[in-house]
C-alpha cells in the first residue's frame, strides 16, 4: 500500500481550544435543557406539537362525526392536506385545513384589540393553495366526477400551557367545523 492512499485514523484533538470548544457545547446543550427550551420527550418546537395535537384532535372529531379519514398530512406537488377524509354522505371527498391555537390570558387579542379565532388565519394565498391541493388530488386519484370540498377545523386549547403526558395541551379544547368554507372555483 503507498503512502499516499493509506487511510490514517485521526485521534481526537487535544489541543487546549478544541476541549475548551466541546466543553462549552455540552454546556449550553444541557442549559437548555434544563431551562426548558425544548421538551425532553420530543425535541420539536413547541407550536409544532401544539399544531399536530390539533391535527390528531381535528381527525378524532371528523370521525366522530361520521367523516372517514382517508390521510393526515397528504403531500402533493401543491402543498399539503392536513386532513382528507370522505364525507358521511359517501360520495364528496372533504380537504381540511385544521387551524390550531393556545389562548393564553392576554393573548387572545390581536393588534387591533379584537379577538383573533384561528380560522380567521386561512389566508387568500392559503385558500388559494387549498384549491390547487383539490385539483392535485382529483387528478391524482381519478375524482372527476366525486363532489369535492373544502372545510375548515380550528382547534383553540383553554388559557393553560401546560401539557399532559401525551404532549397535547391542558385542558378542554373548543372545536369549530366550517364546512365549505373555502369556496372552490372549477377551471375550465
Same mark, same amino acid.
Given at each position: ?5 493509506a ?8 489541543? !487546549?481550544?478544541? $476541549?475548551? #470548544?466541546?466543553?462549552? /457545547? ?9 431551562? &426548558?427550551?425544548? %421538551? ?12 399536530d ?5 381535528? !381527525?378524532?372529531f $371528523?370521525? #366522530?362525526?361520521?367523516? /372517514? ?9 401543491? &402543498?399539503?392536506? %392536513? ?38 388565519n386561512?389566508?387568500p %394565498? ?29 382547534v ?33
Open positions: 500500500m503507498s503512502g499516499a492512499n487511510i490514517i485514523p485521526r485521534r481526537p484533538s487535544t489541543r !487546549a481550544s478544541d $476541549l475548551v #470548544q466541546n466543553m462549552l /457545547r455540552n454546556m449550553v446543550h444541557r442549559a437548555s435543557r434544563w431551562l &426548558g427550551a425544548r %421538551d425532553r420527550r420530543d425535541n420539536r418546537p413547541a407550536t409544532k406539537r401544539l399544531g395535537a390539533g391535527e390528531r384532535l381535528a !381527525a378524532r $371528523l370521525e #366522530q362525526q361520521g367523516y /372517514r379519514v382517508l390521510g393526515r398530512n397528504v403531500r402533493t406537488r401543491s &402543498g399539503e392536506a %392536513d386532513v382528507v377524509c370522505l364525507a358521511p354522505d359517501g360520495g364528496t371527498i372533504v380537504v381540511v385545513e385544521v387551524k390550531t391555537r393556545l389562548a393564553l390570558r392576554g393573548d387572545s387579542q390581536g393588534a387591533s384589540g379584537r379577538l383573533v379565532a384561528p380560522e380567521q386561512v389566508t %394565498d392559503k385558500q388559494r393553495t387549498l384549491a390547487r391541493i383539490v385539483r392535485t388530488l382529483r387528478r391524482a386519484n381519478r375524482w372527476s366526477g366525486r363532489a369535492m370540498r373544502i372545510d375548515i377545523v380550528a383553540e386549547w383553554p388559557g393553560s400551557a401546560s401539557e399532559t403526558e401525551t404532549g397535547e395541551p391542558g385542558g378542554t379544547p373548543t372545536i369549530r367545523h366550517w364546512p365549505g368554507a373555502v369556496p372552490l372555483r372549477e377551471r375550465r
